[in-house]
């Protein structure tokens, strides 16, 4: 059992992605502009669109149709936040106000469908969400060499599209990051065949009005793998990228102290025995040039979870920690983690106050054994008390359950 003193936790964002299909999203009304021709390498911006409310005053709760294929949360406070995904082929996005008991629909601009009966989540033109606040979020498309990018500040009530050229062969968005509304990334990748990626990493200094290319896979990018995750510092200097390579069952890690212009690669000891491809649980840039991984390997029959951390440029210490059935993950920007694991159908909650050196462990009070049947599991850590999490069946019939004690007791929502 853990002391009381070590459940304080701060914001973390942690999305999972969920299959399955559901019904289509309401329509609302909409007016469009059309864009201007952009020149080679710039992007083109189209004026402000202006959206209908109506979708306002329709309100529901998680439970009753909420039922959202694809599905990523972020919870922004331990009352607001968005829930995004598809409904049919269609995109749909919703907020909370009120902790998680009901979501209201968000007005959209005119987004590409996405026939995900026929191909599942992650066609030509899926949309996925960016974000910033509570305010502002960033819709991305990419589709015949174009990324597509809509993005509102005022919480969905105007969005401005921009549309930026590609490399040829940039067929999906890879990871992506807002900071302070101006400051921001986006990472495009080819399709992977044969397990290699070309990487492409833009940057914008003016909140998406235009946006430079500043690395590739042809200099300081890894060149191989596709499950990329990104994250970079507040100073919006220092960052770190880290990609599966599922060929060498291999983690490949770059690190960055200019804003993405120069990487340099960086060496992390993962065990000899690895029988699967590993997986990126966490990938953190804080303060003070801080950085941090969580991965999770097989070795032989074991799972094990290996929690890294560095500042730029040293080595990477590595603590080491045997799982059972790791379902979910989250951690503060001071380095706290929380994480939940299935052990023979009870819920644990474990707690790592120091980087994942020490782990504190006990039953996740409140949480059902059917948890560990969900097709998938989201964990989000908005404030130093509040955890949420959201576990999907494979029917797409969404729980979503609340801890407000620092994942001591948990009740569910909807």
């Known amino acids: 059992m853990r002391p009381s003193t070590l459940f304080g936790f701060g914001m973390a964002a942690v999305v999972v992605t969920l299959s399955g299909c559901g019904a289509d999203t309401p329509s609302h009304a909409h007016t ?11 992007a083109s ?8 409310s109506r979708a306002t005053a ?31 082929n269609h995109f749909a996005m919703y907020e909370t106000i009120d902790g998680g008991h009901t979501w209201k629909p968000v007005p959209l601009p005119a987004l590409p469908t996405d026939d995900m009966s026929a191909y599942g989540p992650g066609g030509a033109h899926e949309v996925t969400a960016v974000i910033d606040s509570s305010a502002m979020w960033s819709l991305v498309s990419v ?5 597509h ?19 040829a062969g940039t067929v999906q968005f890879a990871a992506g990051q807002w900071m302070a509304g101006r400051l921001g990334f986006m990472l495009f990748e080819s399709d992977g065949y044969n397990g290699v990626a070309a990487k492409y990493l833009y940057r ?14 042809t200099g300081d990018l890894p060149h191989n793998g596709v499950r990329t995750a ?3 510092a507040p100073n919006g200097k220092t960052g770190l990228l880290a990609v599966v390579d599922d060929l060498e069952k291999t983690v490949l890690v770059v690190e960055t102290n200019d804003g993405g212009l120069h990487w340099q690669p960086t060496s992390i000891s993962l065990p000899s025995g690895i029988v699967a491809p590993p997986s990126i649980e966490l990938a953190l840039a804080g303060p003070g040039e801080a950085l941090q991984l969580a991965i999770e390997v097989q070795v032989g029959s074991a799972s094990e979870l290996l929690v890294m951390n560095s500042s730029y440029g040293s080595s990477w210490d590595v603590a080491e920690i045997g799982v059972t059935n790791l379902e979910a993950m989250c951690a503060s920007p001071a380095g706290d983690l929380a994480a939940l694991e299935d052990k023979s159908g009870q819920q644990t ?6 980087g994942g050196q020490t782990w504190y462990t006990q039953p996740a009070q409140g949480l059902p054994a059917s948890v560990a049947d969900a097709a998938s599991v989201s964990l989000s850590a908005p404030s130093p008390s509040a955890f949420f999490l959201v576990a999907l069946d494979a029917r797409l019939a969404a729980s979503l359950y609340a801890s407000s004690d620092g994942g001591d007791t948990w009740q569910p929502l909807g």
């Open 230 to 232: 990104m994250a970079f």
């Open 45 to 52: 911006v189209s004026a402000d669109v202006r959206l209908a």
């Open 32 to 42: 469009s502009a059309a864009p201007r021709a952009a020149s080679a390498g710039q």
């Open 204 to 217: 914008t200094e003016n909140g998406g009005g235009s946006w430079q290319l500043v690395a590739t896979s």
């Open 349 to 354: 909650w474990m707690v790592s106050p120091d």
């Open 149 to 167: 990018i809509w993005t509102t500040k005022d919480a969905g009530r105007h969005w401005r599209e921009t549309t930026l050229p590609l490399p």
């Open 143 to 147: 589709s015949h060499d174009q990324a």
């Open 58 to 88: 329709e309100v529901a709760t998680l439970a009753s149709n909420l039922r959202v294929a694809d599905a990523h949360m972020r919870m922004l406070t331990a009352h607001t936040g968005m829930l995004w995904g598809y409904r049919g």
